[in-house]
């Protein structure tokens, strides 16, 4: 039988020396693996935006709304002034239904019957005060000359005719001029009102507020004679 050596120089076999050195090299591995990964996890986050980034995002919104705020402003400003000028009208006609309802009465102070414009001159009518105007309560609270929405209505009235008396065209019919004032127009301090004949007129465009110097709005028409009816009254005018 064959004997084993016994010499203590006794090594384990080449296959199973091989096999723990491949098990320390891949445990190595998986060790350094680790690690990076812990490196990789406690690296800072670099994505976003940088200051630089941010401020040139800032500067170009700036510019687009500086651009755009002029033509925003002057849209706002020309609605504004264009409803007004709807109301305004609005007063206008309920002035003149008053006059051809009798609610307007001459002689009675506060009713805002027309003043006499000049002769052949009806465009030439001087500016009212507040005492001789016809004001339309638009916000519900009253007339009072603070207010932004109320109106106060000017008449003039003329008529060719000599042979009316007493500064009262009723009887005869007259041409009336109309001039629709802010409330504000006539508040205390506010600047006089410029005479309307020769002036510009106001535009709704691009105006804002508008002007409260001047009318709002300005037309005439005419006022037919108690119990005639208009034809006549505007036919016996024309004929003198």
Do not use: H
């Not at 019957?113 to 009518?125: C, R, S, T, V």
């Not at 009212?128 to 916000?139: N, S």
């Amino acid at each position: 039988m064959n004997k084993l050596p016994k010499d203590n120089s006794y090594s384990p076999p080449l296959l199973l020396k091989g096999a723990n050195t491949e098990t320390e090299f891949s445990d190595q591995q998986v060790e350094n693996k680790s690690g990076n990964c812990v490196q990789k996890s406690q690296q800072p986050q670099e994505g976003g935006y940088t200051i630089i980034e941010s401020l040139v995002a800032m500067v170009v919104v700036s510019v687009l709304m500086i651009a755009i705020a002029p033509v925003m402003a002057f849209s706002v400003a020309t609605r504004v002034q264009a409803r007004r000028t709807e109301l305004a009208t609005q007063a206008a006609r309920a002035y003149i239904d008053a006059l051809r309802t009798g609610a307007a009465k001459f002689g009675v102070v506060g009713s805002g019957f027309p003043i006499p414009a000049p002769p052949g001159d009806l465009a030439g009518a001087r500016v009212p005060t507040v005492g001789e105007t016809y004001c339309v309560d638009m916000d519900g609270g009253g007339c009072n000359t603070s207010s932004n929405k109320d109106f106060y209505v000017q008449g003039a009235w003329l008529n060719k005719d000599t042979s009316i008396t007493g500064g009262d065209p009723t009887s005869k019919g007259y041409q009336l001029l109309v001039r629709v004032y802010r409330a504000d127009s006539f508040a205390s301090g506010a600047p006089t009102l410029k005479p309307p004949k020769g002036a510009t007129k106001q535009s709704i465009v691009g105006s804002g507020l508008g002007d409260r110097t001047m009318p709002v709005v300005e037309m005439s028409t005419e006022i037919p004679a108690a119990g005639t009816p208009s034809y006549n009254s505007i036919s016996d005018r024309l004929k003198k």
